[in-house]
């Protein structure tokens, strides 16, 4: 008995050996000067945990990493970049061939359009400021239309209200083959929070509902569902 | 010599007691909508070291902070808050009649005219989104100008270039009695360091250079500095 639980756990465990997992994870900061930047709530704690599970089970993993406060899983390689400019180079030299891409990260979708060298000072007699800002590239679109696309393109949706209309929106538009979509307005779950409650959608119309657990174990049921053969 | 020692460092320890300090620290957060907002890159860690420091050497201490990830320091009332509005909020009622005041949170100049309440999707054909800033309220200058000021009221100024100027009108302008001026285009200290090197400018022409310290060893030469009587 001893024996086989051994055997089921260390097959459990290798199930993704071989096989090559990028993943970005974390915010990103645009500057507007050397002080003052643009970012969100992203605390990094869902893709560091995708990382890990997939790391464990035996996958060669990489981990495109914004700048969050979290410690680098054991046996994953890490790649730390800043701006979503810099996410998209990282992600579009390792994601060429992969058999799994996971963009976990909260990409700014916006970027200041020139940054200052000079920290700026209060401007104008009226008290405004106004900042242009520029769109980002799209860093999930883009991995999913590469030529060397990954086997599994996967993209997140951290949504506020609509939270199925709009997932099932950027799977389409965006041709990916899962999202995992979220409810970031309730407090309990999502950013910042140790567990998370999310739906997962196919492009073949499949709907999963993952209830609240925590984001570790959420990562290898997750997995599960990214290893199964379409 | 064993006792001469012991109260000696009794009574250095003991020489801000009886005074009320209040110090803000950290930068603020100004929402852009439930997923992003503006900051800075204050660490917090040149306030927090002011506020060890003082409550060691005996002074009731309340530190005003905007979000950081830094433990209280031990016998510091430590109240919370993430935007400019709030940390005045907060300012305003602490600072009515203590003895000294620091401002040494880098405080957002700027928030959102309008924080939505949803998260924005991406908008215009252009691809361009302009942001429009209001000026926050000024709190070391609000500060300064209370019917109860404090007995001191002192600033730091973060800038990139012409650092002397700048802080010099500063002071003058804000009619403080101190500023505590650093030099952030610098990555050796300042911003996420744990050393700093600061000028400190006082309001009858006084120029004091410190040179590159810990944030903790700095905490205790600025406190001998505004201890003393004019």
């Given at each position: 008995a001893i024996v086989n639980t051994l055997l089921q756990t260390d097959s459990q465990t290798s199930d993704w050996a071989g096989r090559r997992v990028v993943i970005t994870a974390g915010p990103t900061r645009e500057a507007i000067d050397p002080v003052r930047y643009l970012t969100n709530h992203s605390s990094g704690r869902m893709g560091y945990a995708l990382a890990q599970a997939a790391a464990r089970r035996g996958a060669e993993v990489v981990l495109i990493s914004g700048p969050v406060s979290l410690p680098t899983p054991a046996g994953v390689r890490r790649v730390d970049v800043t701006s979503a400019e810099e996410m998209w180079a990282a992600a579009r030299t390792e994601a060429a061939g992969a058999d799994l891409f996971v963009g976990a990260a909260a990409v700014a979708d916006y970027r200041v359009d020139s940054v200052a060298e000079q920290k700026q000072k209060k401007q104008g007699r009226d008290g405004q400021w106004q900042l242009t800002l520029v769109e980002n590239p799209d860093i999930i679109q883009g991995v999913a239309a590469m030529?060397?696309?990954?086997a599994r393109v996967v993209g997140f949706a951290a949504e506020t209200r609509d939270v199925e209309t709009y997932a099932r929106d950027k799977l389409a538009r965006k041709k990916l083959d899962w999202i995992v979509a979220n409810?970031?307005?309730?407090?309990?779950?999502?950013?910042?929070?140790t567990d998370n409650e999310v739906m997962v959608f196919g492009r073949d119309n499949q709907r999963y509902d993952m209830g609240r657990q925590p984001k570790s174990v959420l990562a290898d049921a997750l997995l599960d569902l990214f290893a199964r053969a379409d």
């Open positions: 030529d060397q696309r990954p409810d970031v307005s309730r407090s309990d779950i999502g950013f910042n929070s």
